[in-house]
């Protein structure tokens, strides 16, 4: 067998960094070589010889993690939010100059949540109607979810590009709120229900048929198979990537 | 065997009225002796010898029908919308000098539908969340559908009477309409797609479990059993009754 | 307020009598007065003086716990399997001795289980057609579960009732095991899936509409309204009662 | 706007057929020139000067109306069934001769269900577990349906591709045919329902997560933008197809 890959987590005692700490001591191809904290010093994963680095840190520290471990030769995942274009586009710059390296920037790594959003992406532009339905514990603050908004914008970036015009809706007597929120003219609906995790369900209609995808995340281990493919994948992919969606050779 | 129920069908030509007629047709124990038109005279109904009549006519002609044909001595099935609390007083009142005779004012004739709206008031007060989803044809009017508020209100009136206060929810930031109407604090979300007829689900959510109700109505025959068990039934029901759930002893 | 209800919790230790004590304590109207364990004594209930006890123990010890806990005056809660008749009966009989006593052995204590069951009874009466699909993790040793089994059996015994013949089914080329087992003349598919806890679906059909009524359990935790309602009714419901739908008041 | 695309129909006067001509008739960029019987002769497609052809007749008929048609300088489109590696071989070398030919050769032309299988097969090497539920009226003879088959079918091939193993299942006591049929290694259930058409609902799970693709077919005229679709593309398309999903260019 080949040497296992080494790899360092930063932010190793967050809620994310704990279970991916745990999944990598799982696989047998993969090795954990450092366990960083916010009071660590980056430098440290390289100290420790990690070939990779996970981020789950926070908005405010994960740009400048990045940019110190390319320098110090090290191919980074990263799963912290708070990334614009202004800072991918310093990254991609900076691996301009840094050959052979690779950055995997994930909003999500549950691959059944990437993979609905991919094949609604690819299905919308057969059909006349699409919907989107997020369903969600009650405690959550935001609706719609930033998933099913993400989902919504690639849906009608789809139907643009292939020139379908706005879907259908004879509507013209509405309680409000009833036919739901709008994301780039497709509409999304969020149900808030006690016992629920994460769902996303995306319908589109045509005469006669109907597709659903429907994706279901009951907990936090559903990640793990989508960061330990990352991690794998993220030396031979040299440059920067948005999305968990291009690792998966779907086309 | 038993004579057959002979029976009147008003509002024949009509879309819901000529299906009733087939539908009729086909059953051994119920015959088909009138059929009216808006021109035809509401008497030939007991010059017909009639034991029922069904009314599928329009607003402005059923509660005159009714009244006519309680005085001739028939009982009467309703399909017709348009009654209010008004109308349905005059009729109460009549039948009280008419004993023996039976009049049944159904919304719906759909058995299923009837059934999950009666399921979902049952179950409501034994969850802490509850939410509509309805789903039509892009060519509907209104948003929600009559039977969807219908529902939200009998689910409203069972956590009321259990003394649930309300639904719980989180949501601080809302795009505009996604967390759908309310309807007496229940949320009904309203989903358009072609392809789909008319559709209705009732989720309701404690902390560890999920019940579902869902109901899916795909063509007007779906109407039939539930008119002809009412032909069948309002004979041995007297007075006034409104809602087909009424006849079907759910216990 | 009025004084909470004193409770002692048969097989404490194990997983469902640790979640019901935990359950138990966060209520403010119940009061845990005693955790058994199966090394102690029955008669420490009664010591304790509690006036309703929880048996989650073993099949082999559950019936003498019930018998001890009558003669100690002490209504029950039985959540533990393996009860058949001739158990049952001879509760019956030890109870018919002691008026005001309340048993209540019950299978299920998840409330949507137990509803979607006796939903899926009364609707049953109402369609041609139904089958029943159930979902579990991949670990489960028995296909189809019992809560499967139990629920069409419901249905076969409503059908019987109503007069209804034979489900149709046209099927006459089959690849073996496609068309699920069957349960009493009711077809019964078993899905095993990973990520999946326990889950049912029922689909009644006639033409032109389908009803559906799921029931999803993700937790244990969705016992617990179950259990303490049980509590909470046992003393007002004195003889046996098997099955929790009989203290919903469904109607 | 460029000259419409000219098409004759063959099997015009059947079911499928006679839906296309309408759909044909319906678009504004297609021309039905020609309507064939089972007693004309195949020569009058080249007559009416067609582009292409659209074979909607039968398994005896349909091998010897392709090359007739490749002879005569015609695109074909085929729906007919009885299709084997021998037939299709045939039209392979046929093809070889006659290059910018095209002919496709579709088992399904509902956009859903192709989508939908092949986004099985994509998400297939993704997910430890994956069932398949095919649901149909009760009046079809097969179980479980082509569709499901070649559903599983893909799904195995891709699984066998990514090195996975089988899918995990722990059942050791089963009531006879619970578990479903296998079809190379993966289950397939077949559900029959009054009021149903033709559905098919894909379950993919991995610890934590579920993904879940559903097609519904509710009638025939779901097949047409998929045959309109093929008439559009055929002709740029040289060679012989299998499968509308390579029609897509799904990336």
């Known amino acids: 067998m080949s040497q296992p890959i080494s790899v360092a987590v930063l932010g190793a005692s967050g ?16 090795e954990v ?14 100290t420790a010889g990690a ?12 740009e400048a993690n990045v940019h110190a471990l390319i320098d110090a030769g090290v191919h980074v995942v990263v799963g912290t939010t708070g990334w614009d274009e202004g800072s991918l586009g310093r990254v991609r710059e900076h691996l301009a100059e840094a050959p052979g390296r690779g950055v995997l920037v994930a909003p999500n790594f549950a691959l059944g949540a990437v993979l609905a959003m991919r094949f609604a992406a690819q299905a919308a532009r057969w059909f006349e109607s699409v919907e989107v339905v997020e369903l969600h514990h009650p405690d959550k603050a935001d609706a719609p979810s930033g998933t099913a908004r993400h989902t919504a914008a690639g849906i009608a970036a789809a139907r643009r590009d292939a020139g379908l015009g706005p879907v259908p809706d004879a509507t013209s007597q509405q309680l409000d709120g009833a036919r739901g929120a709008e994301v780039d003219g497709i509409r999304v609906h969020a149900v808030r229900l006690r016992g629920l995790v994460a769902h996303e369900e995306i319908l589109l209609g045509n005469a006669g048929e109907q597709l659903t995808i429907r994706h279901d995340s009951f907990d936090r281990t559903s990640f793990m198979p989508g960061v330990l493919h990352a991690v794998r994948e993220v030396g031979r992919r040299p440059g920067l990537t948005v999305g968990l969606e291009h690792y998966l050779d779907l086309g």
């Not at 809620?15 to 993969?30: S, Y």
């Not at 070589?33 to 390289?46: F, G, Q, S, T, Y």
């Not at 070939?51 to 994960?62: I, N, R, S």
Request: glycine share 4%; hydrophobic share 50%; net charge negative.
């Open 15 to 30: 809620r994310m960094g704990a279970t991916t700490v745990q999944a990598l001591e799982a696989a047998p191809d993969l």
């Open 33 to 46: 070589v450092a366990r960083l904290d916010a009071r660590d010093d980056v430098a440290e994963v390289a």
């Open 51 to 62: 070939q990779v680095a996970v981020d789950f840190t926070v908005p405010g520290a994960t």
